[in-house]
Every structure is written in C-alpha cells, then in structure tokens.
C-alpha cells in the first residue's frame, strides 16, 4: 500500500551522483568540501612520494661518495654544489674548516656540528610540509561529514512532521543522502591518516639517511684535522 503518498515525487535514484543532487544544500556543500579535500590529500600522496624518494635516491648516492672520499676536498669535488641536504653538509664543513684556519680542532669539530645540525633541522622542516595537511584532513573530514549527516537527518525529520507519516519510503531517501556526507567524511579522512603515517616513517627513514651523511662528513674532518696535527701543531694551519 502506498498509504497516500505519491511515489512520483519520491527520489528514485539513490547512486552517488544522484544522492548529492537531491541533497539538501548544506549536505552539498559538506559533501563538495570533503572532495576537495580529499583530491588534495592525493594530490600531497603523489608529490610527495615523488619528493621524498627523489631525496633519497639522491642522499644515498652521495653518502656512497663521501663515504669512500679519503679527504674532505675529495668529497666536496664527489658531491659537488647542488642544493640538496647531502651536498649541504660537505659544503658547510668546507666553510668552516677554511673560516677556522688555525684555530683548534676541537673548537673547529664543535663548530661543524654544529651547522650540521642546522642543515639537518632543515632538511625536517623541509620533508614534513605538507603533511599537516594530511593530519587536518585526517581529523576533521571524519567530523565534518558527521555534521551534514546530522543536518540532513534533522531534514527528515522535518519532512516527517510536514508529510504527517512515518513511511519509511518518505523518509529514507534523505536519510540515505545524509549518511552519505559520512561515508565520503571516511573517504577522505582514512587515506589521509593512512598516508601520514606512511610520510612519517619515510621522513624518518631519510633523517637517518641524512645524519650517515653527516657522520661520514664528520669523520672526513675529524681525519684532516689530525693529518694536519700529525705534521706539526695541532691547528689547520699546519696543513697548508
């Protein structure tokens, strides 16, 4: 029995496309917010896995050349000038090894380090833009879609004090286009956490990578350093 309602101006078509152009405007605009946000978050997964493996390729192949250089000279020509964290470090330790000339080794080592943690700090910052957005999408999206559920809900509930039944037909369309706001609130936020954590482990692994670098750096300064205080004082100047 159809208990007097007129199917005719029921919605029929309860795929996606049609759920969100039925929607009530305030379940659209939830729903076109959690798309955007969930293209970004791919759109950060793509750039992102791209960066992050370029880095390091790059960061490895170089550690490989520092690591085999028996002077700091001979890693700086291996390295080259390029901008990346790898190149930055044997760079920072050739500057100040050079402003250091004749003071002590000690201070020189202190001083290295120090800007190798500078460049490291860096190279962190650098790694993890972006992925803020990731945690926001990831925390939010679950919430934001949980309002045009509730929005939308509250509309049928109106439509069935206005229609004066309680026929699941009347009412389950729009209960459906509001649950529908949550399903896509979980479509957005689980790949965004998902690829956050993926992002951290990464970062860190190439943290690692970085800091080798610098140990291999380190350890060329440390060896120069005593080159040059094996053949008289124990100062740079020495070596010169």
């Known amino acids: 029995m159809e208990h007097g309602v007129d199917r005719s101006t029921l919605p029929h078509d309860l795929s996606p496309i049609g759920m969100f152009t039925n929607a009530d405007v305030v379940v659209k605009g939830v729903i076109g917010i959690l798309a955007a946000a969930s293209i970004i ?19 490895r192949a170089r ?3 520092v690591a085999r250089s028996r002077t700091l000279a001979e890693a700086e020509a291996q390295v080259g000038r390029r901008n990346d964290p790898a190149s930055r470090l044997v760079q920072a330790a050739v500057e100040e090894v050079s402003l250091s000339s004749g003071l002590s080794a000690e201070g020189i080592k202190e001083r290295v380090a120090s800007r190798f943690e500078r460049i490291e ?3 962190g910052r650098d790694m993890i833009r972006g992925t803020a957005v990731l945690a926001t999408v990831g925390s939010l999206s679950p919430f934001i879609g949980l309002f045009g559920t509730v929005w939308g809900i509250m509309n049928s509930f109106i439509g069935i004090s206005q229609a004066n039944t309680t026929n699941l037909a009347v009412v389950a369309p ?8 949550t399903a896509i609130g979980l479509v957005a936020a689980i ?11 990464i970062i860190a692994g190439n943290k690692a990578v970085i800091a080798d670098v610098a140990a291999e750096t380190m350890r060329l300064v440390s060896r120069d350093l005593d080159r040059a205080d094996a053949r008289g ?8």
């Open 174 to 181: 729009g209960i459906a286009e509001a649950l529908f706001a």
């Open 63 to 65: 550690g490989e050349r």
């Open 121 to 123: 700090s860096r190279a």
């Open 233 to 240: 004082p124990s100062r740079l100047a020495a070596a010169e």
């Open 41 to 59: 978050t791919w759109a950060i997964f793509l750039s992102k896995t791209l960066e992050l493996a370029a880095l390091r390729h790059r960061t």
């Open 191 to 201: 790949p965004a956490v998902l690829f956050y954590n993926v992002f951290a482990r």
